[in-house]
């Protein structure tokens, strides 16, 4: 049944099926205007369409179309995979790196296309991620700090984007997350106050010293049952008599 919007090609014009060299798969259901067609600018046809017909992929790698090569990509053989390192398009090039081995991204590491960075950074092994620490685009390097080996992330605690910053601080060594006391995001240092309450108990964020209430010890709760915040002292008091009991 059609859907989407109306069947055209990648240049806008009218599909064609009498035209196309794969009009014998009309009548079988592999194919069928404003439903499945590899000639059609809408991307869920195309997919549809190499579900349909995955023995040609092979065959559609060159397709004018990027959308038809990205597709293609998906589901072709991995030897005919090589060349699309160098296509155009940045979406057939992430595609390649994700499905050819991973010897094969460390070529693209530098690529100008943020698409395919994060492509490499998710598929290059761990602890070949060492160059992608000082990527200029922040998800790049959120994935990496997700994915590095643990020695690789103190050269991450001075990140720019917080987020990259407490993604570090969830997978960092204990021993460095001192290193995030006087980290400028409150939301950064109550990860790393979940992880190393004692170093946080004096910080000047309520949500912060409640984090430490939370997941403190005897001593950070005794120090925090003075707290100005009721909700912190509250925690504390609580969570004290717990554990004293």
């Not at 064609?16 to 009009?23: E, I, L, P, S, V």
């Not at 998800?139 to 050269?155: E, F, N, Q, T």
């Amino acid at each position: 049944m059609p859907e989407g919007p109306e069947p055209l090609d990648w240049t806008g014009e009218a599909l064609d099926c009498g035209a196309c060299r794969f009009h014998d798969r009309l009548e079988s259901g592999q194919c069928g205007l404003g439903w499945s067609c590899l000639n059609d600018r809408y991307a869920k046809r195309i997919e549809r369409f190499f579900l349909l017909n995955p023995e040609l992929a092979d065959e559609n790698l060159s397709h004018p179309y990027f959308e038809t090569r990205v597709n293609a990509a998906r589901t072709a053989s991995v030897f005919r995979l090589p060349r699309l390192m160098h296509d155009p398009d940045p979406a057939v090039r992430g595609m390649a790196v994700l499905r050819l081995p991973a010897s094969h991204a460390e070529r693209l590491i530098n690529d100008p296309e943020r698409a395919v960075r994060i492509a490499v950074a998710h598929r290059l092994p761990p602890g070949k991620l060492l160059p992608m620490l000082q990527d200029k685009d922040g998800y790049v390097r959120l994935i990496v700090a997700r994915r590095a080996d643990p020695g690789l992330l103190p050269m991450l605690t001075a990140d720019p984007d917080p987020e990259v910053r407490s993604e570090v601080a969830r997978r960092i060594a204990p021993a460095f997350l001192d290193r995030f006391r006087t980290d400028p995001e409150p939301l950064v240092r109550r990860v790393a106050a979940r992880r190393r309450p004692a170093l946080f108990v004096a910080d000047d964020d309520i949500r912060v010293r409640h984090t430490v209430a939370e997941e403190g010890g005897r001593n950070e709760l005794r120090r925090l049952v003075a707290d100005p915040e009721d909700i912190i002292r509250e925690t504390a008091i609580h969570r004290l008599a717990h554990i004293e009991e």
